[in-house]
T-cell receptor
């Protein structure tokens, strides 16, 4: 599965607490993405990265920030989690824009 | 920006029948159209993709067709089997020049194949 590891796989947290999700890849892929998946909405892009320290916003970026200090790691941070951020979060990587995206196993986040 | 609509949202077929899922896109410049399958509790996985210079692509029981004029593309699964039961997502992206080629996904179709 393209060597993509997401951690943690499950997390329960309280409203207002900070949360960081990690995506680690061993494929040396240049592009990395964070999506959230909610019933009835499919996969929606939160943020993406096209290189180390190069990131940009996606469709649903409010309340989220990202960082990419090295090729293999892409971090998604919820500075102050809200119940609306309860979701399943997927990381994906690809060698180049328009190439096949490979997905991690996902992180199920519950904000109580 | 690009918008992708997918129909139907649910589809139930008998084993052995064919299944067709349709997607429309809004940006006529989009040129890459992948299909992903997601089994319950699993990650999305690519099953087939097509680029705008091709009208049809087949891989065993799966085929994708693209109509650029009408801006729609379809997934065809023949001789369906129970293991085809999953949620299927279409997507579209624009890949040239300065475009980052981000995928825009449809909302998914839940396919159920009854034995």
């Amino acid at each position: 599965d393209a060597g993509i590891t997401q951690s943690p796989r499950h997390k329960v947290t309280e409203t207002g607490t900070p949360v960081t999700l990690r995506c680690h890849q061993t494929e040396n892929h240049r592009y990395m993405y964070w999506y959230r998946q909610d019933p009835g909405h499919g996969l929606r892009l939160i943020h993406y990265s096209y290189g180390v320290k190069d990131t940009d916003k996606g469709e649903v970026s409010d309340g989220y920030s990202v960082s990419r200090s090295k090729t293999e790691d892409f971090l998604l941070t919820l500075e102050s989690a809200t119940s609306s951020q309860t979701s399943v979060y997927f990381c994906a990587t690809t060698t180049g824009a328009g190439d096949i995206q490979y997905f991690g196993a996902g992180t199920r986040l519950s904000v109580l | 920006g690009e918008n992708v609509e997918q129909h139907p949202s649910t589809l139930s077929v008998q084993e052995g029948d064919s299944a067709v899922i349709k997607c429309t896109y809004s940006d006529s410049a989009s040129n890459y159209f992948p299909w992903y399958k997601q089994e319950l509790g699993k990650r999305p996985q690519l099953i087939i993709d097509i680029r705008s210079n091709v009208g049809e692509k087949k891989d065993q029981r799966i085929a994708v067709t693209l109509n650029k004029t009408a801006k729609h593309f379809s997934l065809h699964i023949t001789e369906t089997q129970p293991e085809d039961s999953a949620v299927y997502f279409c997507a579209a992206s624009l890949n040239y020049g300065g475009s980052q080629g981000n995928l825009i996904f449809g909302k998914g179709t839940k396919l159920s194949v009854k034995p």
